[in-house]
């Protein structure tokens, strides 16, 4: 056991690290909150591609495909490095966290070079079309469907949370394409042009009052053979692959992100005023203060060692499960830590002048409560957890 | 960065795995339980032959000279095993203690027969505060030629009566202090209090004048404040991953018994009510191994925050160890709440270990005052 980075480890991030201080757009984040979408994406757009140039992005994947080739622990180092330093998302995240990925495990040597080097410098920004109105948890049970004609698919459906589906060239889409196997086993995984003829994208506003996420209709898309990634009918292996990535690897920095919050929040608790004392001196409060602190660690150790075990030789797992419930579930309990220590101010919003922090507090606290239902409901993580790492019998 | 065992770490744990399923599995801690007294004095023969009662200690005095996971490891095993013996009094707490403070000589002495197996011992620290703060020691060690009178009570000590010696904290001229003091002493009595914990038991040790020699002052003043908190942060931790080891058990145990046990014609684990108790039990023990294993590892590197490490792990813990026996009893139903079952044991040492270094709400002021406050 040693918990220290290598002295390679920390050559990289030393070298991240003087770079992020040299690159992260000052006051980007203000800026932001007043920008339109659009406004916002050509943002994560320009960052990423200043990333790109300076060979930032894909650092894990190899470097015959654009990557840097790096080893998991420094994909995680970056990740917590990018997060430290305050810097904005790449505006093709889902490609180079989860798409590529996988497209480098099952894809041809063809996929690979027509898809990955667009990936990378933000020329082709791609969405992933998995959830269906029908089918959310029970994902399996999706009815989009591609019927074969010739060499072509013919694609006709209907999928939500779509993120950047607006912006998104290209989908990574999950359909059936053999309506009498077994559910998991009549499913494929196709790489769809969203400028096809019948592609409609809709924004979907969430309860936030933005959207992030949207709905797109598929009516009789047409999809060569060639546009199928791994085997048809094998694409739910393909699909639980892009899955544990996301869980996986998508929470490496989150532990960064909470940590820079709960700073902040500490700061704000010298100066709010509660039960007739600054909140930092109210016993209460403190309680509650330090098990936010010992929960934001304990996740992050949590996940140290996962990332040690996958390192180590391992897959990513159904382990992922357990750090999705924990940071998503410690993330609302937090927040309302937070709402508690702001007290009245906790519920004003962007736009208010008396709002603390221009109003991300009332934002991050709405935002959390989608925390433990995206990427999978704490209820199917839990049926996760017993099922395949406990080896309870099914439920369903 | 390598954060899981080493493959020696991992042989280790094995190793004791086996051997407290061999020498005393849950049966026979239960029926050391149901007749309390003497330590088993085979058993504690076994253990040191492994060499376990030195595990922390350098070789010159017949210690292991290991470190902090390797005796994280060895605890979290013990706590599995409900291990009815006075490890955590004997080696964590007096062994820490005499090894930070005493001289060479005192070593020799006192902690010698430790790592051999010869001798138990264990710390009389808290009195009727019951505080785990040693400013709360007020015991007044007063000059009696030719050393000290000692005359009060000591409250909350484990395994008393089956230690050779005793480190008290007393006060000598207002000053922190730690003696040596013979269990056999003139005027020293030993009293059960009977708690909770079965497998664990308290005393309360009363003083009636009792004479040390001046060559049992382990340490006085700052020396003995920061002894005392390296013992506290070394017995914490430790006790953090023993509570890790009872965790995971009972996980195991409701595990098994969500797959055999029927209602309505199906295993009850096939119920997402019992699954999902089943899957946060597991995130408890899991929560608790990844802070309890970095608490030892940030002690054995020196890092700075040790002691918030500590303070993380045990906050965490006493409150994950209480919720995974109050669900593992829930998982058992009816036969859960019975004598027989093996269960409520795990949840009274759950409890007790809580309460033991200070419980969560302790902890959590302590990350408060290092977290929140600015200095």
Redesign the interface.
Known sequence: MDLNLTPQELRFRDELRAWLAANVPAGWQKQYLTMTMQERFGLLLAWQKKLHAAGWTGVAWPSAYGGRGATLMEQVVFLEEVARAGAPPQANLLAVGLIGPTIISYGTEEQKQRYLAKMLNAEEIWCQGFSEPNAGSDLAALQTEARLEGDTFILNGHKVWTSYGWAADWCALLVRTDPAAPKHKGLTYFLVDMHSPGVTVRPLRQMTGESEFTEVFFENVRAPASQVLGQVNDGWNVGISTLMHERNTLGASLHVTFKRQYDRLVELAHTMQRNGRPAAADPVLRQKLAQSFVEIETFRLTQMRAISRVSAGGVPGPEGSILKILWSELNQRFQQVAAEVLGDYAQLTEGSPYAPDEGQWAYTFLRARGNTIEAGTSEIQRNIVGHFVLGLPKSY | ??????ES?QLLKNTARKFWQAECPLAEARRRMEAPGACDAALWKKIAEQGWTGVLFPEEFDGLGLGM?EMAVLMEEMGRALAPVPYLATVLMAGTLLDRAGTPAQKRRWLGPICRGEARATVALLEAAASWDPDGVSLAADKSAPGFTVNGAKLFVANAEEADSLICGARIDGELALLVIDRRSKGLTVEPMPAIDLTRQLYAVKLDHVEVPAENILATGAAARQALDAMLETATAGLAAEMVGGMQRV?EIS?EY??TRKQFG??I????A???M???M??AA??????A??AA?AIE?GAPQAALAVS?AK??AGDAYRETGNRGIQVHGGMGFTWENDVHLYYRRAKASDLLFGDS?YH??K??RL????D
């Not at chain 2, 960065?1 to 080493?6: I, P, V």
């Not at chain 2, 684990?269 to 997402?272: E, M, N, P, S």
């Not at chain 2, 977290?371 to 600015?374: A, K, N, Q, T």
């Open positions: 960065m390598h954060f899981d065992l080493s770490q996971v996980l595990v969500a797959k199906k295993p684990g096939q119920f997402q019992v699954q999902h089943c899957a946060d597991l995130l899991e929560g608790s191994r990844s802070a294993y970095y590892w590197s993380v906050a965490y709400s959590r002021e990350v408060a977290v929140v406050d600015h």
